[in-house]
């Protein structure tokens, strides 16, 4: 994992929470603010690349990727185009609210995994997550499925987002 990839995962999971000045909802019996995803694959070189995505009840969401770039990091920060966006938003959210209860409370998120999907909620409280295999994720009855679709759904708004853009 590269330096410029770990910071913004670390604002996501412990700056952002901290900041004792934000105001941010919270979802469920839990408390979630913050929620989201990291993926792990291969890129098109056959190297090993993790993908970040987050989003807050303050309806901000962002999208980080390893790449070999200078910086060694890619992203959306956001959309101008909300529509887009604040639906897969909005599910995600309602989503890790509702199953935070199935995950671990944690001092840190584990270290991304090959082939897995490490899911996160952030409450003022707690650190929640859960790895589970991209099979395990994917089976349209499994628990964590609709977490991880509306991160699929996500990834597929900031793509919209950022073709309209361009």
Not at 129 to 144: G, I, V, W, Y
């Amino acid at each position: 994992m590269n330096t410029a990839y770990r910071n913004m995962r670390h604002f996501w999971l412990y700056d952002t929470i901290a900041d004792a000045k934000a105001q941010f909802p919270v979802l469920g019996e839990n408390q979630i603010s913050i929620a989201g995803i990291e993926f792990c694959m291969y890129d098109g070189n056959n190297v090993i690349k993790n993908i970040f995505i987050a989003c807050s009840t303050l309806k901000d969401a962002s999208m980080y990727f390893e790449n070999n770039s200078p910086s060694g990091l890619g992203g959306f920060l956001g959309t101008p185009d909300k529509e887009t966006l604040h639906p897969s938003l909005t599910d995600m959210l309602e989503a890790a609210a509702k199953i935070s209860h199935r995950m671990d409370i944690v001092k840190t998120l584990p270290p991304a995994k090959l082939f897995n999907t490490t899911f996160f909620a952030v409450s003022k409280k707690h650190l929640y997550a859960r790895q589970l295999s991209n099979d395990e994720c994917m089976r349209k009855h499994a628990p964590f499925n609709r977490f991880f679709m509306s991160a699929q759904n996500m990834i597929s708004a900031f793509r919209e987002a950022d073709e309209k853009i361009q």
